[in-house]
């Protein structure tokens, strides 16, 4: 399927040259296969090209079969909240795309995708509770009980972008080294972050690797050039408390 992105993109993409300073893929992974059949939600990020590799992401997972994945759940973005997030629009202009494009496997693609929705096997939607939440200025953690009761029956989520990554930060800048996984002890179920650096923000980076990529990289930060796949999953919880300088999580 990166194969048919490539194509569709223009004689191949070149390399993004994006440095994986954390990479927690085989955690994810290992944790998506000891909960099959896993029902996988993916909070998705821009439309166009992007929103094609998500979906290959979903077409993938739907692949290995429901006895490995059951469902795949598309969070889509009731309007455009960052100039360019994919809606439920996105997504029927997108497999009309697919479906007329002549590079081989595309309508295939979108064959496949289309039949999985008939199935109920991919699940796509703007306007749920999750969708309304990735869509307020306020951090994940102020989710409502609804949002939270739909992604606790998660194996696992996939949250994409910078912007859904400074939601769960709250937007703050917590010391670099504080451990992704215990800032996320809040989240109601096991979490992927993807994110390409664009803010002056970040955890789970150890002291070491925070000096080595300062040195290569000064802008690292900001500039786009480094990236982060961050796994958690959390425990119970039975709620959060917010003050300025900290969270305090009570366990179920």
């Given amino acids: 399927m990166l194969i048919i992105i490539n194509r569709i993109a ?55 079969g429901p006895d490995h994945v059951a469902v795949v759940q598309l969070h889509l973005k009731p309007y455009p909240f ?52 990735a869509t307020t200025p306020q951090a994940w953690w102020h989710m409502d009980a609804q949002a939270r009761a739909e992604l606790a029956a998660a194996s696992l989520v996939v949250a994409k972008g910078d912007l859904m990554y400074r939601k769960m930060l709250g937007d703050r800048p917590f010391p ?20 390409t650096c664009k803010a002056p923000l970040a955890v789970g980076l150890s002291t070491a690797a925070e000096q080595d990529v300062g040195r290569r990289r000064p802008n690292w930060r900001t500039s786009g050039c480094c990236g982060l796949v961050q796994f958690a999953d959390p425990p119970s919880i039975s709620s959060v408390d917010e003050f300025a300088d900290r969270l305090v999580i009570h366990m179920a």
Avoid: M
């Fill in 176 to 195: 670099t080294d504080t451990p992704f996984s215990k800032l996320l002890a809040y989240f109601p179920c096991p979490l992927l972050a993807l994110r």
């Fill in 82 to 133: 960052f100039v360019s997030d994919a809606t439920s629009t996105d997504l029927d202009h997108t497999l009309a795309l697919l479906s007329a494009d002549a590079t081989p496997g595309a309508a295939q693609f979108a064959q496949d995708l289309r039949r999985a929705l008939s199935e109920g096997r991919l699940v796509a939607g703007g306007t749920g509770a999750v969708s309304r939440a």
């Fill in 10 to 64: 223009g004689s191949g993409l070149p390399s993004s040259g994006v440095e994986l300073l954390v990479d927690d893929a085989n955690l994810a992974w290992e944790r998506l296969l000891a909960s099959a059949p896993a029902k996988v939600h993916l909070i998705t990020d821009n439309a166009g090209l992007e929103f094609v590799s998500d979906l290959a992401l979903a077409h993938y997972l739907l692949s290995l």
